[in-house]
């Protein structure tokens, strides 16, 4: 007796799951032993060390004449074995899966990172992300991990979700967010930075993380016979909430957190379905002006977070925090007069 086609597509379907994971368990095991490998090699060049570079130089000529026709044994690869090494052990391999991501995604970790622990948290994030060796590199040069792990967020996230739903909205949200794919003109208004967020919509969605669907600009809301707007609104299949951002060309005021919630009041009465966890609400602004929103924030009912956001115009986050403002460099010059 002939099965059904749906059983028939179920059972290949079946078979095409199992196999490209035996596949992909293959391809980690066999990646976990060339990791195992690199960080033997980069283990004797450190024992081997006190005959400096030409060490190094010697075993690449040697090592491609010993494997003519295999990859991997240039100066510079061997320096970054060398480099692994330093880093990890070879039963850290297992223990971290480095052997999950590519030699080249770990080379880009290598040279872009600066501890062991933002190491593991880009490793991380590549394998949740499903990020390539690119997208990797565009995440460690806008800093995510200072802006995504450790940046000193503004919220009331802690009070007002609840615990399962909280660590996950902080560890989603960024302080600050980078929307340097926008070409930021000084006569620009609110309206022309939200319209280019939108008109560059895949990579707001790469920024704002994992999980974001558009659901709308100037989303609208009635309220009471009145019609309100959101400036954008998200759905985060993630969290499973409605996101609401609100976005600001100037410094943080305390006036946007009521406004803020009560468009989450508005979205949990009359958008979110009982499924829903709460709606969460993020104010962007030029200036987060963190002491302000930390007292505007502390009584809201709603969960909102404040972040300042850069464009392409505002100096790196390294940077930042180094340079003399206007003032502190007109000050100097008068003191030189």
């Known amino acids: 007796m002939l099965t059904t086609s749906n059983q028939y597509l179920q059972a290949v379907q079946e078979i ?8 992909y368990r293959a391809s980690v095991s066999v990646n976990s032993e060339v990791m195992k490998t690199n960080i033997f090699i980069g283990n004797v060049i450190i024992r081997n060390s006190e005959w400096g570079n030409k060490f190094i130089d010697n075993l690449s000529q040697d090592m491609r004449m010993r494997f003519p026709g295999t990859k991997g044994y240039s100066v510079r690869n061997l320096k970054y074995m060398k480099k692994f090494a330093q880093i990890f052990t070879e039963d850290d391999v297992d223990e971290y899966g480095l052997g999950k991501i590519t030699w080249s995604h770990h080379q880009v970790l290598m040279s872009k990172v600066s501890s062991k622990e933002e190491y593991i948290w880009y490793l991380e994030k590549t394998l949740e992300h499903g990020w390539s060796v690119d997208d990797l590199t565009s995440q460690a040069k806008s800093q995510l991990y200072e802006r995504q792990a450790v940046a000193n967020k503004i919220s009331n996230f802690e009070k007002r979700l609840p615990m399962e739903q909280k660590a996950m909205v902080l560890d989603t949200m960024k302080d600050p967010y980078m929307f340097d794919f926008i070409n930021y003109t000084e006569d620009m208004l609110e309206t022309d930075i939200e319209n280019e967020l939108v008109r560059n919509v ?16 100037q989303y609208h809301l009635e309220v009471g016979g009145k019609d309100f707007y959101i400036d954008l609104l998200f759905y985060n299949t993630k969290l499973k909430c409605y996101v609401a951002i609100d976005l600001k060309t100037g410094e943080f005021k305390p006036e946007q957190a009521g406004k803020m919630n009560f468009y989450l009041s508005a979205l949990d009465d009359l958008v979110k379905s009982p499924d829903d966890n709460p709606s969460v609400g993020l104010i962007l602004c030029r200036d987060e002006n963190r002491t302000i929103a930390e007292y505007a924030l502390r009584d809201m009912s709603k969960p909102i977070g404040v972040s300042e956001y850069h464009l392409c115009t505002d100096l790196p986050l390294n940077l930042k925090n180094t340079l003399p403002d206007v003032e502190e460099i007109r000050s100097r010059i008068d003191m030189k007069k």
Request: aromatic share 12%; no cysteine.
């Open 16 to 23: 095409n799951e199992y196999v490209n994971q035996a596949k």
């Open 202 to 217: 895949t990579s707001l969605l790469m920024e704002l993380g994992k999980g974001f669907a558009f659901m709308g600009q």
